[in-house]
């Protein structure tokens, strides 16, 4: 890939970090859970080491990001909020395959989130798996259909659907 679309990848991987802080204001959770997704019994460590992965993040510190999210993930690996971040400082260390599998799981758990999709389609071009990365970008063009570029995600699917377009090999 060259330079050039790394650094945007990079830009808008990062960027997405406030994107998750703005998706979960307002969100209600359910009982038993804080904002973060984490059980009440593991509430404010959990809570606490998501924010720490955050910020990491948001410093490009993505190796100390990286143990914050495992310490999240080990209480619940099923997060989707803490998988994704995991796979976005997967990306960034170029742990592509651990990032997949990350993605992959945040794209599961909440399948109507635009960013997961567009960093799971560019884990699977890094991995050579086009088919797969297409499929993500044909959910994101039926999310952009139904938006009209007029719901909550809309930037978010079009900044998407640009990434991958950006990132997809050239046509023969």
């Not at 969100?27 to 019994?41: K, L, R, Y």
């Amino acid at each position: 890939m060259p330079a050039g679309k790394l650094a945007t990848l990079a830009i808008a991987a990062l960027a997405f970090t406030g994107a998750a802080q703005a998706q979960r204001v307002g969100h209600t959770p359910p009982p038993g859970e804080n904002a973060t997704g984490m059980s009440q019994d593991h509430g404010d460590s959990s809570s606490r080491r998501f924010e720490d992965g955050v910020e990491a993040l948001q410093a490009k510190n993505f190796v100390i990001a990286e143990g914050h999210f495992e310490d999240v993930l080990r209480h619940n690996q099923n997060n989707p909020d803490a998988n994704f971040l995991m796979g976005v400082t997967k990306m960034s260390l170029d742990k592509w395959e651990e990032a997949r599998k990350h993605l992959e799981v945040a794209v599961k758990k909440a399948p109507k989130k635009p960013d997961p999709k567009s960093r799971l389609a560019i884990a699977y071009l890094k991995l050579g798996d086009v088919d797969g990365a297409l499929k993500q970008r044909a959910d994101l063009a039926k999310m952009s259909d139904s938006c009209k570029e007029k719901c909550r995600d809309a930037k978010w699917i079009a900044e998407g659907l640009a990434m991958i377009d950006a990132a997809l090999p050239p046509k023969t």
